[in-house]
């Protein structure tokens, strides 16, 4: 079965500090990766994506993300955190396939304290 | 440009009911995709629609169906509802074939409370 993993439910680093939210795949071919943001009642946001080429991506507020594919891996990192960067982040792979299907991580909550 | 909304905000029903929720697409989106995010989980892919056809569907039973109309509004419909079809609904669109690698832009979601 395909599947993406985020090993970490928590992330805690201090304002200022980098951070990294890790996120692994089972996908076949060539999938397309993506992050998404979610805030507190509200639905998912987008913030970037992998579709071939440079292995490292850049998106909005700062973030980027690192393709690794013998590693299967497409971390979500920042320089430097803000408080306000406190969300619930997901990781998303779609198949190179017919449909849009988007197969998500179960998700990992950044604290970020002050 | 307007982005993808749903109705209503929140809804409770009780089990064995009906259910319908409502998403209208981002203004030009022409693909419609449904997600259960039940709580402390990542969203579940329900089905898809482009250009009013299903395009793809989850581990999702029957009773879990759907419409798109031209204006690539959509609909989900959920029938004898279950307790644990007690979740937020997560509507999301985008342009161009499925397959795209477009992403897809999420509307602020239906909670649904079954008791």
């Known amino acids: 079965a395909q599947s993406v993993a985020q090993p970490e439910d928590q992330v805690n680093v201090a304002e200022g500090n980098p951070l990294t939210v890790k996120c692994t795949y089972s996908v076949s071919g060539n999938p397309y990766l993506f992050w998404y943001v979610q805030y507190p009642n509200r639905g998912l946001q987008f913030l970037l994506k992998?579709?071939?080429?440079?292995?490292l991506v850049k998106g909005s507020y700062g973030f980027e993300a690192e393709f690794n594919k013998s590693q299967t891996s497409f971390h979500l990192k920042k320089p430097s955190a803000l408080v306000s960067d406190s969300a619930l982040y997901f990781c998303a792979a779609k198949s190179s396939s017919n449909t849009g299907k988007l197969i998500f991580g179960q998700g990992t909550t950044l604290q970020v304290k002050p | 440009e307007t982005g993808v909304t749903q109705s209503p905000t929140h809804l409770i029903k009780t089990r064995g009911q009906q259910v319908t929720l409502r998403c209208s697409s981002q203004?030009?989106?022409?693909?419609v995709s449904w997600y259960q995010q039940a709580l402390g989980q990542g969203p579940q892919f329900i089905f898809q629609?482009?250009?009013?056809?299903?395009?793809g569907r989850g581990n999702f039973p029957p009773r879990f169906s759907g419409l798109q109309f031209p204006n690539y509004s959509s609909e989900l419909n959920v029938n004898a509802l279950e307790l644990d079809d007690s979740a937020l609904y997560l509507c999301?669109?985008?342009?161009?074939?499925?397959?795209?690698?477009?992403?897809?832009?999420f509307g602020p979601g239906t909670r649904l409370t079954v008791l």
């Open positions: 992998y579709i071939t080429g440079d292995n």
């Open positions: 999301a669109s985008s342009l161009g074939f499925p397959s795209s690698y477009n992403e897809q832009f």
């Open positions: 629609y482009y250009r009013e056809e299903e395009n």
């Open positions: 203004s030009g989106h022409n693909t």
